[in-house]
DNA sequence: AAACTATATTTGATACATCTAATTATCACT
DNA sequence: AGTGATAATTAGATGTATCAAATATAGTTT
């Protein structure tokens, strides 16, 4: 006979993966969580958080019993933990990198963590790695997307903005260089 | 007395989003789009999408009688063309910046469309015109982020990256100066 | 301890998106 | 025109996430 509800396997819903979230970022920042302050975070109304606890609860995601200090177990710790992680890297690449606002960035992060995978994570990761790094044209490269996206493409400046970055690598290298020969 | 349903200002969902995307696509793909197709398109059974075709038709989305050929509105159809756009950006940006495979860049940007406001979508696409037009690291740039991504941080052929961006530069810087004093 | 306040839960309802099984309509062919 | 195959719809059910109203519990104050 097959497991009745075999539930460990079904995947857990946006909606869950945000209040794991949500408690996991509570718990940080409080020293219990309630479900009052869950359902402001969320924009939902208390019952509603009752009802996804015994949801979390009976997939032994947290430790609840009613009127009782709730608590996240390991598993939904790590759920938590993930999509916490998630939202951090997405909101970053939508602030540091497009130069959305804070705001609107956070509000866009919390739909887009449930849409890329763990793979395509890595790849914001490492792309934004590589543009803070190397080859280094970091930070003063994103100076001249803001300025692209706010005056357009103008050839004089364009070459202008190399004639900078071209100066800028000279110095960079220089500075490697001495780096390098130490070694 | 307040207009009973006021249905037109109610934001569309997700759902009915990718149908309508669906709908514009098979459209430009065949002469007539069948229920059966939106169905395997969207990975539905066929009931499911003739109780969506129901609410579409209420919401003046599609032209719509049952057993008949359907159209999108004049409405729908810009919902349509809108959401393939954004499916279309994002997928760009998955596979053409991040390098994620191309069928894992389809299902995660049919996901994100629904994330990412107007204003966030012109930042993607200001980004990307950035990178390949101006200061025109943008290609060859992008190689070095695929190695980058394979190999990690070496600092030595970070110095030899530079290098090559720095004669790189000098060769376009010319190329482009002769192009200014013509003006 | 009694009373009041804040917090949490239960109950019952709604909306949405989906499914299966049963039914009905359309189309193409002989 | 009748029949069989394909396509579409209806009917009825399920799961998820939400809410308002009513109720219950916990915590605080006098």
Redesign the pocket.
Known sequence: MKNKDDISK?PL????EDYLEAIFNLGKEKRVV???DIAKRL?????????????LSKRKLIDYE??EYLELTKKGFNVGKEIHRRHHILRSFLTDILNVDLKKADKEACKMEHAVSASTLDRFIEFMEFIQFCPRVGLDWLKYFDEYRLHGQEPDKCLARMKEFESGFKGRIKTMEVVEDKK
């Not at 924009?43 to 949801?55: E, Q, R, Y």
Request: charged share 20%; aromatic share 4%.
């Open positions: 079904k819903t946006p909606a869950m309630r479900v009052k924009g939902v109304k208390m019952p509603t958080v009752t009802s996804m606890l015994n949801t009613k009127y």
